[in-house]
């Protein structure tokens, strides 16, 4: 038997927006025979400060991160930003510090963002899962060029009966979130999410997926501003059967 | 012209945003590029190797830049050619002029060059009473309009055919009114009646390089047009504007080069014309020029040899990292201010300039890694756009709310049982308050956000505190 003690790193975004999110991850964690643990001393992974040239305080963080998670079997994170922030980055933080690099790469080796772990350690080829409509699904960008996640989401949405997924044209282009960019650039991540809407809307979908919250966040904001009555989750409530929640930005029915 | 400098981005982003001409264009030429490119390689089951060989390649004659330039400046010598050495824009202005000044040249033919846009060189050239002919369409575009390239291979693409017809109307005094030229094809051939003349007319011509090969002592040029070996031919004076990393070892490996370089550019296999020139005219040549000049350029380069920088002194000016870019696919070049746009200019610019000029080019970016993904030499433009922010935050340089902002919450991130009293408190509440409408049209503290987009409101109580009430 495979040790699959996993401890679910969540995300601040997840954490704060989206708590859904982190019990379907726990749904489907727990489903593909994996023993889930939420380590209490975890806030963020580091990227705003990253991002921001703000150096030390990334190692700080880093580090707090490295202590709380290293001893579990593998850690998981439903965002391929995050995900890549500590299998990625981590160790090129640590460069001139051997101690620190040698703990830092161990992270880095069995962490995995969530569906790319389900499919491709974990072994999990369908879900049990019911959808009626039809979603298409936007590549979030870390995710897709750090991490290679590509196929992994759709094939298991494939797998969901009464789910189509219609391919978006340039779903592998930016949403124009990039964490602080959307705020500090605000003009031109409007273009760019302008632009991503207007590609979702056509493509028909009723439901439009990814596997980044900052990301999705973007897009439900922005087509929720302009009306659209389009659903936005993240795929992993669909995957995990939790799509009777009301979707990103949608108020509850109680 | 219409001055636009790097630190005043995102001042131009927002009036290039407002340009319907340009969206237009740059809808049009988009999936020209990214279409083509992905094309072109789809032919060539060896493109990955050869785009580790060409980072190979060129990171072997980086490590060795002085080796490799001595060596191409002694091929140039022997085969009776000059070499100038300029450590800055100036110099190589000064060098241009004196050149053009000892021979008596009253008009200059240009091939496209980057490095003559770096060194003002038409400026200088017109300031010295000198006429300077733009021979590349795309450029002879924007000379006409008193622009400057919103690209480094397609320097007119931010024009829709509309307004290069309107310019031509304007500039081309002798045309009838009757006469069709809403079409590139006879856009061109007009272009080509005015310059045809131009090209006898010069003394100078003036061309970039693509590559300069230390084996041979040859400047090579690839163009669609043709007009770079007209420039360079006829003339009686050839000089070559080239930065000093544009030196690689043989033959062999410009050929390796060349065959990434017009793939990623255009999407074509090879350029129309490539074209190898190693110093003036032989007896037994029946055309080229008397003299044949090596301009030199440093301007900052070598400051950044051994730094976290120096990988960029790869980039063979392909363009694929601007035509992928969907940052500068939304504000267009001259958005960045400066000769060098988009991501590669991102990293360039501040080198070239410094980061207190053009510190805004490197934070303008989501980091979505599109760039790296496409550059034929595989630089890491995302990391070295985040070295230049970590110079910015070292300096004090990044604008103190972002700063402040940033720190608090690292502040908060590293004390996790404050980060939950803060956030269970604070997020039930703004739940509590978004439950209604299940988003917010505008919140004070998030001015940036709802100015284009609502706010999804947050679930109700985190994540770590309902988890914590179960367990």
Redesign the interface.
């Known amino acids: 038997m495979k040790n699959n003690r996993v401890a679910l790193f969540i995300t601040c975004l997840v954490d704060l927006f989206r708590p859904t999110v982190g019990f379907a991850s726990i749904k489907l964690l727990e489903e593909a025979g994996c023993e889930v643990v939420v380590p209490r001393q975890q806030t963020c992974c580091g990227q705003p400060a990253y991002n921001t040239g703000d150096r030390a305080d990334t190692i700080s963080i880093a580090k707090q991160v490295i202590v709380e998670f290293e001893d579990y079997d593998y850690i998981i994170v439903p965002s391929g930003s995050c995900a890549g922030m500590i299998s990625k980055h981590y160790p090129a933080l640590f460069s001139q510090d051997s101690n620190w690099l040698d703990r830092a790469n161990r992270l880095s080796k069995k962490t995995y963002e969530l569906i790319s772990f389900l499919t491709d350690i974990m072994g999990v080829d369908s879900v049990d899962s019911e959808f009626q409509g039809t979603v298409t699904y936007h590549d979030a960008c870390s995710g897709l060029r750090e991490l290679s996640i590509h196929d992994q989401p759709r094939r298991l949405l494939s797998s969901i009966d009464g789910l189509h997924l219609r391919e978006l044209d340039d779903a592998n282009v930016c949403c124009g979130f990039g964490g602080t960019f959307c705020v500090k650039y605000a003009d031109i991540s409007n273009r760019m999410v302008e632009t991503k809407a207007e590609q979702v809307i056509a493509t028909g979908a009723d439901t439009l997926l990814a596997g980044d919250l900052g990301c999705l966040l973007n897009m439900a904001g922005k087509l929720q501003r302009d009306g659209v009555e389009l659903n936005v989750r993240h795929v992993a409530e669909v995957l995990a059967g939790m799509a009777d929640k009301p979707a990103i930005g949608v108020p509850s029915k109680d | 012209m219409t001055e636009s400098i790097p630190s005043q981005f995102?001042e131009n982003?927002?009036r290039q945003?407002a340009d319907e001409d340009l969206r237009q264009a740059l809808t049009k030429s988009k999936g020209h590029f990214t279409g083509g490119r992905q094309k072109s390689i789809d032919n060539l089951p060896e493109f990955e190797e050869l785009r580790d060989k060409a980072r190979d390649i060129k990171n072997h004659t980086i490590e060795n830049l002085d080796f490799y330039l001595e060596a191409y400046e002694k091929k140039v010598l022997s085969s009776g050619g000059h070499v100038h050495w300029a450590s800055t824009a100036k110099d190589a202005q000064e060098i241009v002029l004196n050149i053009c000044q000892t021979v008596g040249a009253t008009s200059v033919n240009k091939g496209k060059s980057m490095i003559g846009e770096e060194c003002d060189i038409n400026e200088a050239l017109e300031a010295a009473g000198i006429n300077a002919v733009e021979t590349d369409l795309g450029e002879y575009i924007i000379q006409i309009r008193n622009e400057r390239p919103s690209h480094i291979i397609a320097p007119a693409v931010h024009l829709t055919k509309a307004q290069v017809e309107e310019s031509f109307r304007e500039t081309h005094t002798h045309l009838d009114p009757e006469r069709v030229l809403d079409e590139p094809p006879t856009l061109l051939e007009e272009a080509r009646k005015v310059l045809r003349k131009k090209y006898f007319e010069a003394e100078v011509g003036i061309t970039g390089a693509n590559f300069l090969v230390a084996e041979t002592g040859s400047s090579i040029i690839v163009t669609n047009e043709g007009n770079g070996d007209l420039s360079q031919l006829l003339p009686r004076v050839h000089i070559v504007l080239a930065s000093i990393e544009k030196v690689v070892p043989n033959l062999e490996d410009a050929s390796t080069l060349l065959r990434v370089l017009a793939r990623s550019a255009t999407g074509q296999e090879f350029s129309v014309y490539t074209t190898i020139s190693t110093g003036p005219r032989r007896d037994e040549d029946l055309d080229g020029p008397e003299e044949y000049h090596v301009i030199l350029l440093d301007n900052g380069r070598t400051s950044m040899l051994g730094t976290e920088f120096q990988d960029m002194l790869r980039c063979i000016r392909c363009g694929a990292c601007m035509n992928h870019c969907?940052?500068y696919q939304?504000?267009g070049g001259h958005a960045y201010g400066w000769v060098y746009p988009g991501p590669m200019g991102a990293v360039l610019s501040p080198g070239l300039l410094g980061v207190d000029e053009a510190g805004h080019l490197p934070?303008?970016?989501?980091?979505?890694?599109?760039c790296?993904?496409v550059c034929p030499v595989h630089i890491p433009l995302p990391k070295m756009m985040?070295h230049?922010?970590?110079?910015?935050?070292?300096r004090h340089l990044?604008p103190n709310a972002?700063?402040k902002g940033?720190?608090l919450?690292?502040f908060?991130?590293?004390r996790?049982n404050l980060?939950k009293r803060l956030?269970s408190f604070h997020?039930r509440i703004l739940g509590w308050i978004g439950?209604?409408?299940?988003?917010f049209?505008s919140l004070p503290m998030?001015k940036?956000?709802t100015?284009?987009?609502?706010?999804?409101?947050?679930?109700?109580?985190?994540?770590?505190k309902?988890?914590?009430e179960r367990s």
């Open positions: 995102k982003a927002v945003l969907p940052v939304s504000v934070n303008a970016s989501t980091f979505c890694g599109r790296e993904e985040r230049w922010r970590e110079r910015e935050f070292e990044t972002y700063r940033i720190q919450w690292s908060i991130a590293l996790p980060y956030t997020i439950r209604r409408r299940g988003r049209s998030a940036g956000w100015k284009y987009r609502d706010l999804p409101a947050p679930e109700g109580k985190t994540f770590q309902q988890w914590s």
